[in-house]
């Protein structure tokens, strides 16, 4: 009996698991990837490389504003002039959330309204998003956010602070799952016809949830945690 298992080294200087929580209804699960780091020896031998769906950059809107009622009118105002900031621009999506990213819309503006660190403040955290494709120039799609965020409009006494590095998200990761599994598929195949016809396979870890981490400034490397052992016959 041999055990099986490839290990292939990773260039990648961030990259992280994150644990899916529930979504909100009818909204579209979004993943934010940050940059977290873990050992080359961890990556199973057969992966996908993908274009991200999202470059991301969150920012805090703050409020000092002494009355809260007031602290929150001007905090959501704010939110919807960038709204319609990014309706004209067609090219940035707001979003807000934690591990997971919900769509915001005027027709549907959920905010959540945090207590500042210091007294009488209120915070917004939002996602201003960018789409990601085969042929986009990432260093285009960065200055499209900078940009972006550099002509926001505030009300009232709210100010606007960039907050962490742009990171990247992907939208149902899960869509890759039968290109990987296909993949992995033909790698077993390839190591049962060198070592014959006197060895079966037995595989475990592919039904578990799919994993990502970052490969690039734009692009994600998915995986399954699977490994397999040749059993002679």
Do not use: H
Request: glycine share 4%.
């Amino acid at each position: 009996m041999n055990n099986i298992k490839y290990l292939t080294m990773l260039t990648i200087i961030f990259c992280t698991i994150v644990t899916p929580s529930l979504v909100r209804a009818n909204d579209v699960e979004t993943i934010v990837v940050t940059g977290s780091r873990i050992d080359w020896y961890d990556s199973p031998a057969v992966t996908l490389v993908k274009p991200a769906d999202y470059l991301v950059q969150q920012v805090k809107l703050l409020n000092d504003s002494r009355d809260q009622s007031l602290r929150e009118k001007e905090l959501t105002n704010t939110v919807k002039d960038i709204l319609r900031s990014a309706n004209k621009s067609k090219l940035i999506e707001l979003g807000v959330g934690k591990d997971i990213v919900y769509p915001i819309t005027l027709d549907d503006l959920q905010l959540d309204f945090e207590e500042g660190e210091r007294t009488d403040t209120s915070v917004v955290n939002l996602y201003i998003k960018t789409p990601i494709n085969n042929k986009s120039q990432v260093e285009k799609l960065v200055t499209r956010i900078n940009d972006f965020i550099t002509t926001i409009s505030v009300s009232g006494r709210t100010e606007v602070e960039k907050n962490g590095e742009l990171v990247l998200s992907i939208v149902n990761p899960e869509k890759y799952r039968q290109e990987l599994l296909a993949a992995i598929a033909k790698d077993i195949n390839s190591t049962i016809n060198i070592f014959g016809d006197n060895y079966k396979v037995d595989i475990s870890g592919l039904s578990q949830s799919l994993m990502w981490e970052r490969a690039s400034v734009s692009e994600l490397r998915l995986y399954l945690e699977y490994d397999f052992t040749l059993i002679a016959k």
